[in-house]
């Protein structure tokens, strides 16, 4: 290999490799599904369809939020094959607030504190293989933190 | 603005357990400052974690995170001393990120 060649090369695999995760993932940000005000509308722009209830998605959030401004949940999904967790808000101005994607080395769990900006239901859902299942869990609030 | 992450990678029960403490004000674009000014929209839209360099997790977000993001995850067949690392880019397109260690418990 002529060095010029190996050097464009070395050249080009650097810049790759500090550019292009970045950008090829600020393309990825669904706009419009984060932008809706409408949870099923950010829900069919995911491509979520035909959700099944299942008591195999776990939700742990406080019954009472003193403050919507800072709300902790963990979920966890105890469904085979689970590569994805989108969270939403269903009355926030912005229902969707969250959409984790798993690797197979990456337990599907977290833990994230969210804003709510009233009393509503919480609504997870996951995408396991091609199906998808949800589960919500209402939490009452008393102080709107969504401002 | 500083943009350090507090982060903690700790082995315990079989898998690794990584917290991260994000700042970041992700202010909505909907709230009014003192003088009645919108403050613009200034979020963290996309988060990565890797384990010793491959993605184990990615995240998009929308302002309905709070204000310094938390995040907790666990990872399967990671083991002490290798090295998670988390970045985030926001609206603006200013990115951080930051590595640890993973420690016993």
């Not at chain 1, 984790?100 to 509503?120: G, H, N």
């Not at chain 2, 907790?72 to 988390?86: M, P, S």
Request: charged fraction near 20%; charge should be positive.
């Amino acid at each position: 290999m002529h060095r010029r060649n190996f050097l464009k090369l070395i050249l080009g695999a650097t810049t790759a490799l500090l550019l292009e995760p970045l950008n090829a993932l600020a393309a990825l940000w669904n706009k419009p599904a984060f932008d809706t005000t409408k949870i099923k509308e950010a829900t069919q722009l995911l491509g979520i369809h035909d959700e099944m209830i299942s008591t195999d998605i776990q939700i742990i959030a406080p019954d009472r939020a003193e403050n919507g401004a800072v709300v902790q949940v963990e979920i966890k999904s105890n469904l085979a094959n689970t590569d994805a967790i989108y969270i939403l808000v269903e009355k926030n101005p912005t229902p969707l607030i969250a959409h984790f994607v798993f690797s197979t080395d990456t337990e599907p769990s977290l833990v994230t504190r969210i804003k709510m900006a009233e009393t509503s239901d919480i609504k997870v859902v996951v995408k396991a293989g091609a199906q998808f299942f949800t589960r919500s869990k209402n939490v009452i609030v008393l102080e709107n933190g969504c401002g | 603005m500083s943009n350090n992450m507090k982060m903690r990678a700790q082995f315990k029960g079989g898998l690794v357990e990584v917290k991260v403490l994000m700042s970041h004000p992700m202010e909505t674009g909907r709230k009014k400052d003192d003088f009645g000014q919108l403050i613009p929209a200034h979020f963290v839209q996309l988060v990565t974690a890797t384990l010793n360099g491959k993605t184990v997790l990615e995240g998009q977000w929308g302002t309905g995170i709070a204000k310094n993001p938390y995040l907790t995850f666990r990872l399967k067949g990671a083991k002490v001393g290798d090295i998670v690392a988390v970045t985030w880019l926001d609206n603006r397109g200013t990115s951080a990120t930051q590595d640890i260690a993973v420690t016993a418990a």
